[in-house]
């Protein structure tokens, strides 16, 4: 009896400990995410890189460290620090250090967002450095894109009713979006 009661308090023990160590990691996960330099990389890889990818130079760059710039080095960076924090995501993922459905349910539409982004530019370093650059980053993906297509609606509980809200600005934002499509302000 006393061992079986030393053994639960063990077990209880264990929970709490990873409990507070996922707390710890997705705390510096939130933390990573709003540094400066981040929010920088994420901001080139969503409105600067698409038109970098466009140049046949700054591929070539990609694929040949010593051709690259101190321009495309910057952006190359850029998409560098964006990709390794989601690789590091995908092996806290991978090896349960976090809570798989507390991850997804947080950021599964960022990480496909963000892979999508990155996409064009990990096919040509993949051909350089082959299939495992960013395999946990994919990984963490396919896991994303699973969620969500199983959680359309989110995780939100089903028997909770759920705030209706209107978006007063719709119609002058869509407006205004028309105009700046017609080049327009």
Known sequence: MIISATALAAVVQ???????NQIAVLTEL???????????????????????????AFRYQLANKAARTVENIRYISYAETVGD???NMGVFAKAGLVDRRLLLDAHSSLVIDTWNALAELTAILRMRYGRALYKNFEYLVVLSQDWNAATPDGSYPRDVR??????KWLSADEKYAAALEKGIQ
């Open 85 to 87: 924090f989601y690789e």
């Open 162 to 167: 759920r705030i209706d809200l209107p978006n």
């Open 30 to 56: 939130r933390a990573s995410q709003q540094a400066p330099e981040y929010l920088k990389a994420v901001h080139s890889i969503f409105s600067e890189l698409p038109a970098k990818m466009q140049d046949p």
């Open 14 to 20: 264990l929970r709490h400990m990873r409990g507070s």
